[in-house]
């Protein structure tokens, strides 16, 4: 008990006295540490007789409780006093001028997806999602496209594998195929999304975004194809009527398949979309080909209808007047303050965002 005593009155005295706050943390570390005098004392108990273990135990106890509140309300009242030396030196200038705050945009790409999605919404259409990595059932065969097409070659597509099992989709159609897989028709959806070929100059990027849209069902035609299209861009350029027209083209995956042009006019050096004599190609569209729906166990026979692809980054650009693909995609924040969107500007339908 006499070392107990000992050590008690040492450190009480110790910590009584004037201290900053390492040499606290030094006499706490003497005290409680693994080699502390106190837990040296805890390891003794075991050693010492059963008659004697209970009242040592209590006396060490109250020691250490007695120490440990000392050294927490020392270390309380140097913090305290710490703060009030700093105060007391340190004053604060309130007329200096606020810091600015640097509120971020909101890209023209996702804001372009948000449009899109909001118009086919309003008629109809959910939005499908799928993974940018794909196999290649997915992206060529299911579509149709033959073992010899142009677009499975290595210059234009991303493979993953030596075997070209996988790679990145070069289109978001693959979205369509997983979503009539997995479902039974009807189907009408769109599929925004990134999408991957080898490409890269002043209107292409390795990496761009796109969107598809597919409706399946009894007796669609072209006709429904040519409404939902007029419609949409119409919408989406803000423009009460529209010059458009089909062109003949070819697509795997569609038959008949066509362009798509939209007229359009130069007037003070920008586009304007909807007048004019002049054409513009704007997306590619056609009716889905029986055999795309036989490959996902849809009977053409009692089934049919449209799909279309859109380029969302070029669309961007025709709306809001960008000449160079390539500027989506470089990161400079005084782009991105011009042509960007307030985020705090947003109405419930996403459209008509102010700059």
């Known amino acids: 008990m006499s070392d107990l005593k000992k050590i008690r009155d040492e450190f009480l005295s110790k910590?009584?006295?004037?201290?900053?706050?390492?040499?606290?943390?030094?006499?706490k570390t003497e005290l409680f540490g693994k080699d502390g005098l106190i837990t040296k004392q805890f390891k003794k108990i075991g050693s010492i007789s059963v008659s004697e273990r209970k009242k040592?135990?209590?006396?060490?106890?109250?020691?250490?409780?007695?120490?440990?509140n000392l050294i927490i309300s020392k270390i309380g009242e140097i913090e305290i006093s710490e703060v009030n030396e700093k105060l007391k030196k340190e004053k604060i200038d309130v007329s200096l001028p606020e810091r600015s705050i640097i509120r971020g945009k909101i890209h023209p790409v996702s804001q372009t997806i948000?449009?899109?999605?909001?118009?086919?919404?309003?008629?109809?259409?959910s939005v499908e999602e799928g993974p940018d990595v794909e196999n290649e059932f997915n992206n060529f065969t299911a579509l149709n496209t033959p073992d010899h097409h142009p677009a499975r070659d290595m210059h234009d597509t991303f493979y993953l594998d030596e075997k070209k099992q996988k790679l990145l989709r070069t289109h978001t159609s693959p979205v369509q195929i997983r979503t009539m897989i997995n479902n039974k028709p009807p189907f009408k959806i769109i599929a925004p999304?990134?999408?991957?070929?080898?490409?890269?100059?002043?209107?292409?990027?390795?990496?761009?975004?796109?969107?598809?849209?597919?409706?399946?069902?009894?007796?669609?035609?072209?006709?429904?194809?040519?409404?939902?299209?007029?419609?949409?861009?119409?919408?989406?350029f803000e423009v009460d009527k529209i010059k458009m027209r089909f062109r003949p083209s070819h697509f795997p995956f569609t038959e008949p398949s066509a362009e798509v042009d939209i007229g359009y006019k130069i007037k003070d050096g920008k586009i304007v979309i909807g007048e004019g004599d002049q054409w513009l190609e704007i997306l590619?569209?056609?009716?889905?080909?029986p055999n795309v729906l036989k490959n996902v166990r849809v009977d053409p026979a009692k089934y049919q209808g449209y799909a279309f692809g859109i380029g969302i980054d070029r669309l961007a650009m025709l709306k809001y007047g960008i000449n160079d693909?390539?500027?989506f995609f470089d990161c400079d924040y005084r782009w991105l303050n011009h042509f960007g969107f307030d985020p705090l500007d947003v109405p419930t339908n996403y459209r008509g965002l102010s700059r």
């Not at 009584?16 to 943390?25: A, M, W």
């Not at 948000?114 to 259409?125: A, L, M």
């Not at 991957?196 to 409706?215: C, I, K, N």
């Not at 590619?284 to 080909?289: A, D, E, L, Q, S």
């Open 325 to 327: 693909l390539r500027a």
């Open 193 to 236: 999304g990134r999408t991957y070929r080898s490409d890269s100059d002043q209107t292409h990027a390795p990496m761009f975004h796109q969107v598809e849209g597919l409706h399946i069902d009894k007796e669609i035609n072209m006709g429904h194809l040519k409404g939902c299209l007029n419609y949409f861009i119409k919408e989406f």
């Open 114 to 125: 948000d449009e899109i999605s909001s118009i086919f919404s309003e008629i109809g259409f």
């Open 284 to 289: 590619g569209c056609g009716m889905v080909h």
């Open 15 to 27: 910590l009584r006295s004037k201290l900053d706050l390492s040499q606290v943390n030094q006499l």
């Open 56 to 68: 040592y135990a209590t006396e060490l106890n109250k020691i250490k409780d007695e120490l440990q």
